[in-house]
Nanobody
Framework: QVTLVESGGGLVQTGGSLRLSCAAS????????AGWFRQAPGKEREIVAA????????FSPDSVKGRFTISRDNAKNTVFLQMNSLKPEDTAVYYC?????????????????WGQGTQVTVSS
């Protein structure tokens, strides 16, 4: 059984930082691309960052570029999201996901497995 478990969410003030972790089990994680997504109330789920299986390719949208950094440790089956300079509009449930193909990393539909999510709240 494949499981992805996010941790590290919480409440932080504007300008603060959080580091999210996603621990994977039940799959050969080093063969999967990974992504972080977020979903705010009333909004669609959107990509926050993605990373190829080797870590050699990353993607992030303009909304978080320069503030969020994705990384992974395949030896520990874990992917991370370092979030700096947080803004109230970053408030959402953050999900990690894994996909085998490694194509179209920004696209939600490409992902095979999802975690349950962790809440991030940024107060103004």
């Amino acid at each position: 059984q494949v499981t992805l478990v996010e941790s590290g969410g919480g409440l932080v003030q504007t300008g603060g930082s959080l580091r999210l972790s996603c621990a994977a089990s039940g799959l050969t994680f080093s063969r999967y691309a990974a992504g972080w997504f977020r979903q705010a109330p009333g909004k669609e789920r959107e990509i926050v960052a993605a990373i190829s299986w080797s870590g050699g390719r990353t993607f992030s949208p303009d909304s978080v570029k320069g503030r969020f950094t994705i990384s992974r440790d395949n030896a520990k089956n874990t992917v991370f999201l370092q979030m700096n300079s947080l803004k109230p509009e970053d408030t959402a449930v953050y999900y990690c996901a894994a996909q085998y193909s490694g194509y179209d990393m920004p696209k939600t539909a490409r992902y095979d497995y999802w975690g349950q999510g962790t809440q991030v709240t940024v107060s103004s």
